[in-house]
């Protein structure tokens, strides 16, 4: 995956130190895969936003233990991507109990328009294990072997979600067609 | 389908992405500026000697007969709870659920794991009964918005403030001017349900249909349904009554009264008992979500001093649970019911009491918390509830 390399280990120097405009440039340079990395997984807007805030917000918490010879990024969407998928596995399983209209599910965001938007509703049709290692592979470009290490999975099973997954994807791709 | 598309799809921002970072990175500043910086961490050993020194020290002191005087008058100043060793922040909540807190910048919501979100500059905030919305208030704006600060829906009145959403989730009480509405939980239907009332917050009836208790400005208790806004009953004025507060089973209705009583009544009306305080003037009073527990405060002008005392309606015995010097605020009951959060301005601090055996937790630096950054004087601020039954709400962080 691709990083920050010394600018990311000097300002979470920085941020250590108590530089809180290292700690804002740290957030900047990683919120925006970490949301969009959350939101794939979950695709409710709101609950994106809470899981990388969180997210970020445990960055802070353990900031001072964190060792600056190790990436930022991979600690962080190790966070998102197991929340996330803790989530998604969580609403489904509120949704069997849904209430009335006024306290239910929040609408869901707006979908992206065209060909993005049947890949990303073929994407929200996975299993929540699915969609992290799609997400963690093609937008936060990890390899199998970093997923596996990542998630504390066996490379075997990443292979195979991601294998599971894209053919899922592309079978509905067919389908629609 | 090709793996370069799923990498355009990936490539894309996401709905709200960068509104949401603007707002997030509020948070992550706020945690930031309010977290013990690392320097502080190297110094532990330094700071553990002292320690050890001072406890040396007073131990020294304890053995003989004028350092014992010395401690027990320390000990009555302080109090005899069993304090646990002050928290320098708010890391974690002692029970299940989230924290609505009313700060100068706005409310925060506060999750079990200590995590924050500010969601605007709001003046007045509640939550909905499932802590799935937050109703707020700033200046003539009534706002319906998420936990996560997405605004739903929004009206406008005169001033407003004090709102309460409904058990069921389907009315929002509020005060506009001097005047009480109800408006529907999407924004609908808003009608007036009585002028001339006062400030302190009106309380609906749980397990009954949108029934609702206020206080209007001569001192007198109504009871109103208010999809027909009929009055089901009222009280003489009394002076100086406040706080209407239902019991969980929505049998017991009690208020505060200017002489220092607390009146228990009936739902249907007619007053069951009036219990008279310890000495002092009752500022808060509550009803626990589970049983038919009460907690009041009180503050004693003589000795400057608070105490909370926690009441049975049935068995009207009341006992002490905490005191400390300045006034406590802010009784707010966990949702299982067995802590009480109270908020100690003068000690800059919130504590959590467990009702049963009188446990305190307590946190310090709560101004700065809710205010970071703030520049000069910082205002403490109020808690505005502490969300939800088990089942439901939001799920785990």
Redesign the interface.
């Known amino acids: 995956m691709a990083g920050y390399g010394r600018d990311e280990r000097a300002w979470v120097r920085g ?4 530089s ?1 405009s290292d ?2 440039a740290l ?2 340079a990683h ?2 895969r970490a ?2 990395a959350a ?2 997984v979950v695709h409710d ?10 997210a ?3 960055a ?2 353990a ?2 233990r964190f060792d600056r010879r190790r990436p930022f990024g991979p600690w962080l969407h190790r966070i998102v991507v197991n ?1 996330a998928v ?2 998604a596995r ?2 489904a399983l ?1 949704r069997e109990v849904a ?2 209209a ?3 599910e ?1 609408a869901l ?4 328009a065209g ?2 938007a049947g ?2 509703s ?2 929200a049709e996975l299993p929540p294990d699915q969609r992290a290692v ?2 963690l592979r ?2 936060l470009e990890y390899t199998p072997g970093e997923i596996a290490d990542l998630l504390e999975l066996p490379r075997g099973t990443v292979n195979s979600r991601l294998r599971r997954g ?1 053919d899922r ?2 079978a509905g ?1 067919e389908e629609e067609a | ?1 090709t ?1 370069e ?13 960068e509104a ?2 603007e ?3 509020g ?3 706020a ?3 309010s ?5 502080a ?1 190297r110094r532990l050993p330094i700071r553990a000697a002292l320690v050890l020194a001072a406890c040396a020290a007073v131990a020294a002191v304890a053995v003989t007969p004028p350092g014992r005087a010395v401690l027990g008058r320390l000990r009555d100043a302080v109090g005899r709870e069993r304090v646990t060793p002050s928290r320098p922040a708010l ?1 974690s909540l002692p029970a299940p659920g989230r924290l609505l807190v009313l700060s100068a910048r706005g409310p925060w919501v506060v ?1 079990q ?5 500010l969601l605007g500059a709001y003046e007045d905030a509640s939550w ?3 802590g ?2 937050v109703v707020a208030t700033r200046g003539r704006s009534l706002v319906a918005l ?3 600060g ?1 605004i739903r829906w929004s009206l406008s009145r005169k001033p407003v403030s004090r709102p309460r959403w409904s058990p069921d ?2 009315r929002i009480a509020y005060r506009s001017g001097t005047n009480l509405r109800v408006v529907a ?2 924004g609908t239907e808003d009608r007036l349900i009585a002028q001339r009332v006062t400030h302190t917050p009106p309380a609906w009836r749980p397990g009954a249909r949108h029934v609702l208790a206020f206080v209007d400005r001569l001192g007198s208790l109504h009871v109103v349904d208010t999809d027909s806004t009929e009055e089901l009953w009222v009280t003489e004025a009394v002076p100086g009554t406040r706080q209407p507060t239902w019991s969980a089973d929505g049998k017991l209705l009690a208020v505060l009264t200017g002489d220092n009583i607390v009146r228990l009544f009936h739902a249907g009306g007619g007053l069951i008992q009036a219990l008279a305080l310890p000495s002092g003037v009752a500022s808060d009073l509550s009803f626990a979500p589970v049983d038919r527990s009460f907690a009041v405060a009180l503050f004693r002008p003589a000795t400057r001093r608070s105490i909370v005392v926690v009441g049975d309606a049935d068995t009207v015995g009341i006992r002490r649970l905490f005191g400390g010097g300045g006034r406590l605020r802010g009784l707010t009951w966990s949702p299982d019911g067995r802590w009480l959060l109270l908020a100690w301005p003068a000690a800059d601090q919130l504590i959590f009491v467990r009702v049963a055996d009188r446990k305190v937790v307590a946190v310090s630096n709560v101004a700065r918390e809710f205010d970071p950054g703030g520049i000069g004087p910082v205002a403490f601020p109020r808690l505005a509830g502490w969300c939800c039954p088990q089942g439901s709400g ?4």
């Open positions: 941020a250590q130190a108590g809180a700690l804002e957030f900047r919120w925006p949301y969009r939101y794939l807007a709101a609950a994106a936003e809470d899981i990388a805030q969180e970020f917000l445990a802070v918490r900031l001072d929340r803790d989530w969580a609403r509120r209430g009335d006024l306290e239910g929040p965001a707006p979908a992206p060909d993005a890949l990303a073929r994407l799609i997400v093609y937008l894209l994807m592309a791709l | 389908m793996e598309q799923l990498r355009e799809l990936c490539a894309q921002p996401a709905p709200g992405e949401a970072g707002r997030s990175l948070a992550v500043q945690a930031y500026a977290r013990e910086p690392g320097r961490r890391v999750r794991d200590g995590s924050k979100r909905s009964p499932h799935l919305f998420t936990p996560a997405v989730g389907f939980g999407d939001l799920p785990p962080g």
